[in-house]
C-alpha cells in the first residue's frame, strides 16, 4: 500500500518551566486509503501527533512528509497551502461559523483555496444531498441537532476532495446513537477510498471502526493492531503487528 503519512523519528518537546516531551522519536507510515484510529489518555501524545499531520506544528526533531509534501521544511505560507487542499478537520466542537447558514460554512474552504464559484456551489449540493442534509442549507447552525451540526462539519471538511481527513474527538460531543452514526458516515467515506485518521480515547470507537489501531503512551506507539473482519456476521478480530519503539 503507498504510504500518505510518513513520519521519521518525530520527536516534539514543549519547553516552559520544564520541558516536556509530547512525542518521542514516532516513526509511523499510514497508507493511502487507510482508516487509523489513534487512541491514547490524556497526555500521551495524540494530539501532538494529530496537529504535526495537519501542518498545525513543527516537531523539535524529525521529519513529517503527507502526500509527497515535507511539512518540516515548508514555509508558513506552504502550510497554509497543505491545509486548505489537502487536509478535512472534522473537530469534536463542530467549529462551524454561526453567523453563516449550512451551505455557507461548507463553501468556506472552497473559497479559501480558490474554487471557482460554480464548482464550489455544485461540490456542496452534491455533498449535502450524500449527507442526508440538503434541506438544510439555508439553516443556520443554532437551529441544528448535533448530529446535523457533525453532518455540516464533514460536508465542509471533504469539499477541497482532500487527501486526508482528520477527525479530532469527533463524537465527544454527541449521544452515542448519534455518534455512531457520524462515525458510519466515516466508515462509508472510507470505503469509497478517503484517509481517514481518527484521534480517541474511546477503545471502543476505535475498535470498532478503524481498520488500524495504534495506542500511544508518554509519546510513544506502544501497539499497533489491525482489526479484519472476516465475516460481516462475526466480531472483528485484533490482529497484533510488531512494534519497533525508539
Known sequence: MEALVEMTGVSRVFSGGAQTVALDGVT?????????????????????????????DRPTSGRVVVDGQDLTRASETELARYRR???????QFFNLLSNLTVMEN??????????????AKARSVELLEELGIDELRRTFPAKLSGGQRQRVAIARALINRPALVLAD??????????????MELLDELNARGQTVLLVTHDVKLATGHGRRVLSLRDGKIVDDARIEARRQTEPAELVRLRVEEA
Do not use: Y
Not at 169 to 182: C, H, I, K, M, Y
Open 28 to 56: 509511523l507510515e499510514i497508507g493511502r486509503g487507510e482508516f487509523t484510529a489513534v487512541m491514547g489518555a490524556s497526555g500521551s501524545g495524540k494530539s501532538t501527533l494529530l496537529n504535526l499531520v495537519a501542518g498545525l
Open 85 to 91: 487542499q489537502k487536509v478535512g478537520f472534522v473537530f
Open 106 to 119: 461548507v463553501l468556506v474552504p472552497a473559497e479559501l483555496a480558490g474554487m471557482r464559484g460554480s464548482e
Open 169 to 182: 474527538e469527533p463524537t465527544g460531543a454527541l449521544d452515542s446513537r448519534t455518534g455512531e452514526q457520524v
